[in-house]
Nanobody
Framework: VQLQASGGGLVQPGGSLRLSCVVS????????VDWHRQAPGKQRELVAR???????TYADSAKGRFTISRDNAKNTVTLQMTSLKPEDTAVYYC?????????WGQGTLVTVSS
């Protein structure tokens, strides 16, 4: 299984970015697809999760600002990020959750700075 994350970049505080994760296999049968992030010197943390039913979960830091969605027909999971803050700066990774392991994409860098 391969995951290709894209959409990162440099954005000013208050701006928006849309991250996409394309999975090489059908995501319909898998339990969940996550977006995690890792800031310099910090541990990787869960940002958002969407399960097969469409139910979503967000970190407190993401609630009200980020929206995760999935397009099963395109095997794609998207993270729409708004009202970005400097503390959102990190490498963002998408992960496909299976019973035995999580498959990770290569990460995409998001930098929020003026």
């Amino acid at each position: 299984v391969q995951l290709q994350a894209s959409g990162g970049g440099l954005v000013q505080p208050g701006g928006s970015l849309r991250l996409s994760c394309v999975v090489s296999r059908s995501i319909v049968s898998f339990g969940a697809v996550d977006w995690h992030r890792q800031a310099p010197g910090k541990q990787r943390e869960l940002v958002a999760r969407i399960i097969s039913s469409g139910r979503t979960t967000y970190a407190d830091s993401a609630k009200g600002r980020f929206t995760i969605s999935r397009d099963n027909a395109k095997n794609t999971v998207t993270l729409q990020m708004t009202s970005l803050k400097p503390e959102d700066t990190a490498v963002y990774y998408c992960g496909l959750v299976t019973p035995s392991r999580i498959y990770w994409g290569q990460g995409t860098l998001v930098t929020v700075s003026s």
